[in-house]
């Protein structure tokens, strides 16, 4: 008779573990199908964000080409007839440190020692840690 208590007993606890585990598999699925939306937008939202990258580099070749008048003689063809050909797609990585665009002035109206004060200072920034002037201390290591 404790045999069959005993089988019944188990029995239940079977059961009762294999509910669990249907619940942890559901569980589960959801998760990978949330994981697969999840990874489905991102790629989405990161093709967006590299054609707006590519898009503002061409435009800001395009305004650099202009200002500085280096567009390439010849209509854009190289030596040789050839094209003249694009240049490779950088990577979707911000620059090191972004560069700020001084202010454009009227004509007569702006003063080219303020643009030099403007452009020196826009040149100090990040300096100190590029020379090492500003440097970490390791409380374990000082002494005292």
Do not use: F, N, W
Not at 123 to 139: E, F, M, N, S
Request: proline share 7%; aromatic share 2%.
């Amino acid at each position: 008779m404790a045999d069959l208590q005993t089988l019944q007993v188990e029995q239940a606890r079977l059961d009762t573990l294999r509910g669990e585990q249907e619940t942890i598999d559901a569980s589960l699925k959801a998760d990978r199908a949330a994981k697969e939306k999840l990874s489905k937008e991102y790629e989405v939202k990161e093709a967006e964000a590299q054609q707006v990258y590519d898009r503002l580099s061409a435009e800001g070749a395009g305004a650099s080409q202009e200002a500085g008048g280096t567009a390439p003689a010849g209509g854009g063809r190289t030596g040789a007839g050839q094209p003249a050909r694009a240049p490779a797609p950088t990577p979707l990585r911000p620059p090191e440190r972004a560069t700020v665009d001084p202010p454009a002035t009227s004509s007569g109206g702006g003063s080219g020692r303020a643009q030099q004060a403007i452009s020196y200072a826009l040149a100090q920034v990040g300096k100190g840690l590029r020379h090492g002037h500003c440097r970490t201390i390791d409380l374990r290591t000082a002494p005292g």
